[in-house]
């Protein structure tokens, strides 16, 4: 039996995340967990499961099998698109507040499952998104644009599109795609009615998205809001069953962003951004009129990031946020930071009565689980270095936990293990974690399994990603297999988080405001230099550099704008005009266009074209939807006006992550080859 590969290998598992438990929730009283999990680690099929905190009992409650899931719905391919999902079976799915029943879809069909025993049935109705009302009597869902409700009493439409472009109940883009909001409704406490988004995209414009390897399928349209054009109109009704209909009131010129929105206890929980995301206020809505009252309102003068969570309350009713100050983001209860300088929060968990069960760092390479409570003041729940997340209720805390010194994941409940099926990579990442340069610019350093100090010259290959909201170097081994694989080939490869990534503070974070390239390049060379110094073996007169989305962005960048530095260049997927992407995300860091354009200028990279003069590939999936195809086939155009060779490498329906097996692996060995060839001089192979 022939050996796997690594590419293979990790392209099969879809990096290595198949068989890996997901999706936790915790019952009230802390006795069962709900999850999701394939069989193996090279199973996409997604099986519901409950787990029996104490004894450890494992049931399989609802088993998809390995049937077709049927045609998607265009806007579960767009979910499915912007949370990278790869999975199949049962890829989400919600429950009653008891968590004895769940709900979920398959192939648009939605089915209930009975936690208890395990029973399961096909309610007889298509949509998306369905959620059980708290007593679990009934399931709202989503379908044609409409919020619909099903139960004993039959099956009704709650609130139609009023409106060709509008929909009710689901994100909008960039609601989705950078804000962490995945939702557009919520039930009331007593079931009684909704919180429900209206979306009415007719402002945006429309982009699409064509397969020309398919001449006669026509393309696929979708409604996207380019930096500095218009969002969608987005408002909030509280909805009755019976037929009642309230607007939440707030002021919209001024918050045209709705970046969260709940229903406790308390009432209707609403957090809105003004356009320029300098300002944001955490409302309180009245249910019966409407009316707000604005309990929180915070302004920076860069940008205010939103933190996965929040805004929360506790059972007592404090207000649950984060604050920016002593240049760290510390946790806000009431109007205390209960947090102290140094203790980075990432976001909020769960709230768990009057707990909160927070994700944080002091140290940027780990991830470390808090809980934060006025009688028990501040613990950290997790000791071991490491990455952790987790969720929490009924006293019980599922932790999951990945480490460097062990492959795989660790998932307890109170200590009880959920056992994994994900594989277990080809090979063992040999990875350094150092600190490099003046910044303590935190990388990890790979060099060939075996190599002998002294015994060559290695090549060196630097593997960033280096941008927003997107940490390489953290503690966990298989986060570095690709990378070792590379060093395996006979390269010395760098991994290095630089300014503008996570968990060093809002000041540090903020640094690429107006402009997203120059900081971002300076720590790429920075660290390079530095590793230099470090391992005498690192030849820095063949240096090549690899990424994809922000990382084939500042790839593209670092091979025209330091050749001197960078040497060779595989560029994925990369954003090369800042005004071609999405306007919550970009306005964030570069403002708005009309009024700072010289900021969109800085960083985009197609003017670049004629400065290049290093081997660089451009690889893109034509059916992105995220970053479009058109940011590389512009800076080709560009490159090509310029008389500046290139290699561009189109994939035929391919998105933003391509989950198709044979086209992952075949990446990874193309790089290869491409660096190989420009790096050492290899032939073609």
């Known amino acids: ?51 029996q905190v104490g004894t450890g009992e494992e049931r399989l409650v609802a088993d998809p099998g390995g049937g077709p899931e049927g045609e998607l719905s265009e806007a579960e391919r767009a979910r499915r698109e912007r949370t990278r999902e790869q999975a199949h079976g049962i890829v989400a799915y919600a429950t ?24 399961t049935k096909e309610l007889g109705v298509s949509g998306e998104d369905p959620r059980f009302d708290p007593a679990g009597e009934r399931v709202a869902y989503v379908r044609d644009g409409a919020l619909r409700v099903t139960g004993a009493d039959g099956d009704r439409e709650l609130v139609a599109p009023d409106g060709p472009e509008v929909v009710w109940g689901l994100p909008e883009h960039v609601a989705a795609e950078s804000m962490h909001r995945h939702r557009g409704y919520w039930w009331a406490p007593d079931g009684s009615s909704l919180l429900v988004a ?52 707030w002021d919209r010129a001024a918050f045209e962003y709705v970046a969260a ?9 609403v957090l809105v951004q003004s356009r320029d995301q300098r300002t944001t206020r955490v409302l309180e809505a009245d249910p019966a009129s409407g009316e707000t009252r604005v309990l929180r309102e915070d ?52 709230v768990d009565g009057d707990t909160v069960l927070f994700l944080g760092c002091e140290e940027p390479t780990e991830r470390h689980l808090y809980t934060y409570a006025r009688d028990t003041g501040l613990v950290r729940v997790t000791k071991e270095p490491g990455v952790h997340d987790g969720v929490r209720a009924g006293g019980t805390t599922v932790v999951v936990a990945r480490t460097l010194e062990e492959h795989g994941v660790r998932v307890t409940a109170n200590g009880t293990p959920i056992t994994s099926h994900g594989a277990t990579p080809v090979l063992r990442p040999r990875v350094e974690l150092v600190e490099l340069g003046e910044r303590a610019l935190r990388s990890a350093v790979l060099l060939p399994s075996g190599h002998v100090p002294g015994s060559a010259q290695l090549p060196v290959l630097l593997n960033p990603y280096g941008g927003p909201h997107g940490t390489q170097v953290l503690r966990s081994l298989d986060a570095f297999v690709v990378s070792q694989w590379f060093a395996d080939q006979g390269y010395a490869v760098i991994v290095t988080d630089g300014r503008g990534t996570p968990g060093r503070g809002p000041a540090w974070e903020r640094t690429i405001h107006g402009d997203k390239l120059s900081c971002a390049l300076q720590d790429q060379a920075d660290a390079l230099r530095a590793a230099g110094e470090r391992y005498p073996d690192l030849d820095l007169g063949r240096v090549g550099i690899r990424g994809w989305s922000y990382g084939g962005y500042l790839t593209a960048a670092a091979v025209m704008r330091h050749p001197e530095t960078f040497h060779a260049g595989v560029a994925g997927a990369p954003v090369t005009d800042a005004r071609l992407y999405d306007t919550h995300w970009q306005e964030r860091y570069l403002g708005h266009p009309e009024q700072h354009p010289e900021a969109y200028d800085r960083s985009s990279i197609v003017a670049d074209a004629p400065k290049l003069r290093r081997p660089l590939m451009l690889v893109h999936g034509l059916a992105d939807d995220n970053v479009f195809a058109a940011h590389t086939l512009r800076l ?17 329906g391919v998105s933003h992550m391509t989950p198709q097996e044979e086209i992952a692996e075949n990446l990874l060995l193309l790089e290869l080859d491409f660096l190989d060839r420009h790096l050492k001089g290899k032939p073609t192979t």
């Open 261 to 269: 929105a709940s229903w406790d206890a308390h009432g209707p929980l």
């Open 636 to 652: 080709s155009s560009a490159l090509l006006a310029a008389g500046r060779p290139h290699t561009v490498l189109p994939l035929s």
């Open 96 to 119: 009653d507040a008891a968590v004895t029943k769940a709900v979920y879809a398959l192939g648009g069909h939605l089915w209930t499952a009975d936690l208890a025993t395990g029973e």
């Open 1 to 51: 039996m022939t050996a796997i590969s690594l590419p293979r290998q990790n392209a099969r598992t879809t990096r290595f995340r198949l068989g890996v438990p997901r999706d936790f929730t915790v019952s009230p009283d802390g006795s069962r967990v709900v999850f999701l999990r394939s069989l193996a680690g090279d199973d996409r099929v997604n099986r519901l499961w409950t787990l």
């Open 198 to 249: 209206r979306v009415d995209s007719a402002g945006i414009q429309r982009w699409y998205v064509s397969d020309p390897a398919n001449p006669d399928a026509p393309p696929r349209t979708m409604a996207y809001p380019r930096a500095g054009s218009a969002n969608a109109e987005v408002t909030l009704w509280v909805v009755g069953l019976d037929g009642s209909r309230v607007q939440v009131e």
């Open 299 to 350: 302004t920076d003068p860069a940008w205010l990031e939103l933190v996965r969570g929040t805004p929360a309350r506790t059972a007592g009713g404090d207000l649950i946020f984060t604050a920016d100050r002593d240049d760290t983001r510390r946790l806000v209860v009431g109007d205390e930071p209960v947090t102290p300088p140094g203790l980075q929060v990432l976001a909020v968990l769960g």
